[in-house]
């Protein structure tokens, strides 16, 4: 089990001391939203906050890049050398999945395939063996702080029993509205992996950090 929280609901002028708190509370991932504009309404960051972050904790975080923008192919080089470890793309955003994928594994990061909530599981069937994790959004993308649409659940139940049938060992990654109020059905349907925002941010990190810990024991 992997808690990954989302910087995007941190508190940027204190943002070393907060991850500092997310170490110490036995995380070691960190979810990096990237936001264009274009393929989301929203803009967020670019490379830079990724490499201060790897420069400050990189030996303690595994960096987990979420790029929401179109034809991500063309920002792969720039995380990679900025510290991701994993970069996941959109099937969305991508007019060729297989070479936006392709780059990805040839940049050397693991490589992960998000879905919108609306877009069905069948988008990755040709690519799902390339994987190493399948990112299924439970809001719509482009914000924090939105609420968990409920009909996800059933599709990450579905991918799950899909991936124990084809004997893939991806890693099956939740984001959106998750929080420990909901994170047992989520786990209980299959996932592995959640991301969290502003569950894990909005007041006491730490003492957030040990309720997920206690149903997700990471
Ligand atoms: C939404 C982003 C999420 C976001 C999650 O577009 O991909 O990672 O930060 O935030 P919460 O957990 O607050 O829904
Ligand atoms: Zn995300």
Known sequence: MRLAPSVLSADFTRLGEQLDVLTASGVDCIHYDVMDGDFVPALSFGDTILKNIKDRCGDKLFLDAHLMVTEP?????????AG??????HAEACKHIDRSLQAVIDSGAQAGIALNPGTPLEMISEV??????VLIMSVNPGFGGQKYIEYCTDK????????????LDFSIQVDGGVSPANVKKILDAGADNIVAGSA???NDIAANCADFREIMHF
């Open 73 to 81: 192919a063309r920002f792969v080089e720039v995380f990679r050398k």
């Open 84 to 89: 991701a470890d994993n970069i996941t793309v």
């Open 128 to 133: 799902i063996h390339k994987v190493d994790l």
């Open 156 to 167: 990450i139940a579905r991918l799950s029993k899909w991936k124990k049938d084809l004997g």
């Open 200 to 202: 894990v941010f909005k």
